[in-house]
């Protein structure tokens, strides 16, 4: 039995394999985080052993190493997700003390998978991963929208008086284009701004076609966060898809920390204050700060909360605050959800090397 232990970044992952007793075999690999980081570590891990299974050992990054989870679950691999805690301790237990580095990280992963055999396995529900895969591509769709729309308003001098935003509706673009037809410019220019416009309806009719598909998709998945206030059917489908289980957050304080929403305290002396905390998942932070504007719009308990904060805090300190609130009924609502799945979890059996 082989175990490989991960340490999983942002760019890079950083594996080692051990055997069953502990001890390493062959080198470690630091392989970069791309669309062939599965081939390069099926490869790799292939090249030491040949029809021995495997383990994965990922140290418990699941915003960094899910879809490294995933796709080894896809390819036939056992994973297993492995606790920070557990990963400090085996490292103060095999390492020099004081050491650490991404090698002995994932030494330590491998390590405490072997000495615990009752950790989670890796599972996939097929309902999340599918509304990922849209939330996904629907996000590059609006990256793609929004360059489309700079260039056009950079260029076409005819449309400073309106917003980007506005070329999200077709019946602005019908307007752009007939301003446009009207406008002098030589056959080229006309030819750019035609394929442009162009581009720019077929992608807006795309993201139109996925705002469906994803309403249809988290409808029944979370009903109790859609009841939200500033939380929309794509909102959902963020935090549905970020998050996953929702249990692996045993309290709502862990959840709004790895949303970048959990205050930092800074204490000099006998001075006592808290800082912005400007890590965490981005994506799921962009999404709580949209819904405490609409809160502070439409929502009388916000109101009166941020009224409340606002002479100490400032507004931007009282709309954090607001943030972090949000974050325990977020956190209360997607439990209810889960509780209300039905849990068909689709399940891959271990298959050999290929």
């Known amino acids: 039995m082989v175990t490989v232990g991960i340490d999983p970044h942002k760019r890079v992952h950083v594996a080692v394999a051990v055997d069953a007793g502990g001890r390493r075999i062959g080198k470690p690999l630091t392989v970069k985080n791309d669309g062939q980081l599965i081939i390069t570590l099926l490869k790799w891990i292939r090249s030491m052993i040949d029809t021995t299974a495997v383990t994965w050992a990922i140290e418990d990054g699941r915003g960094f190493a899910?879809?490294?989870?995933?796709?080894?679950?896809?390819?036939?691999?056992?994973?297993?997700?492995?606790?920070?805690?557990?990963?400090?301790?085996?490292?103060?237990?095999?390492?020099?003390?004081?050491?650490?580095?991404?090698?002995?990280?994932?030494?330590?992963?491998a390590h405490a998978a072997i000495a615990t055999p009752s950790l989670s396995r890796h599972q996939i529900d097929e309902r999340v991963r599918e509304l990922r895969v849209l939330s996904d591509y629907r996000s590059d769709l609006v990256k793609r929208r929004t360059t489309l729309i700079n260039q056009i308003k950079t260029h076409a001098h005819l449309w400073?008086?309106?917003?980007?935003?506005?070329?999200?509706?077709?019946?602005?673009?019908?307007?752009?284009?007939?301003?446009?037809?009207?406008?002098?410019?030589?056959?080229?220019?006309?030819?750019?701004?035609?394929?442009?416009?162009?581009?720019?309806?077929?992608?807006?009719?795309?993201?139109?076609?996925?705002?469906?598909?994803?309403?249809?998709?988290?409808?029944?998945?979370?009903?109790?966060?859609?009841?939200?206030?500033?939380?929309?059917?794509?909102?959902?489908?963020?935090?549905?898809?970020?998050?996953?289980?929702?249990?692996?957050?045993?309290?709502?304080?862990?959840?709004?920390?790895?949303?970048?929403?959990?205050?930092?305290?800074?204490?000099?002396?006998?001075h006592e204050r808290h800082r912005l905390h400007r890590g965490g998942n981005r994506r799921l932070n962009s999404v709580l700060y949209t819904a405490a504007i609409v809160q502070n719009r439409f929502n009388s308990a916000a109101q009166q909360l941020t009224a409340r904060h606002l002479p100490t805090k400032g507004a931007r300190g009282a709309r954090r605050i607001l943030k972090r609130h949000l974050v325990?009924?977020?956190?209360?609502?997607?439990?209810?959800?889960?509780?209300?799945?039905?849990?068909?979890?689709?399940?891959?059996?271990p298959a050999a090397l290929t």
């Open 160 to 270: 400073l008086d309106y917003t980007p935003g506005d070329l999200a509706r077709a019946k602005t673009i019908s307007l752009l284009s007939a301003r446009l037809d009207a406008a002098s410019m030589s056959a080229h220019v006309r030819h750019v701004f035609t394929e442009m416009v162009t581009e720019l309806v077929d992608v807006n009719r795309r993201i139109h076609d996925l705002d469906e598909m994803i309403k249809n998709l988290v409808s029944p998945l979370a009903p109790n966060l859609l009841q939200i206030t500033g939380i929309s059917h794509i909102s959902a489908a963020v935090l549905v898809t970020e998050i996953g289980d929702i249990t692996r957050f045993s309290s709502s304080a862990k959840l709004a920390r790895y949303t970048g929403c959990a205050p930092i305290p800074v204490y000099s002396s006998d």
């Open 66 to 109: 899910r879809r490294l989870a995933d796709e080894l679950l896809l390819a036939g691999q056992e994973v297993v997700w492995v606790p920070s805690r557990l990963t400090v301790a085996h490292r103060k237990l095999h390492a020099a003390t004081g050491a650490k580095s991404d090698v002995i990280d994932a030494i330590a992963a």
């Open 328 to 349: 325990d009924v977020i956190h209360r609502a997607m439990q209810l959800d889960q509780a209300n799945w039905q849990h068909h979890i689709a399940r891959y059996e």
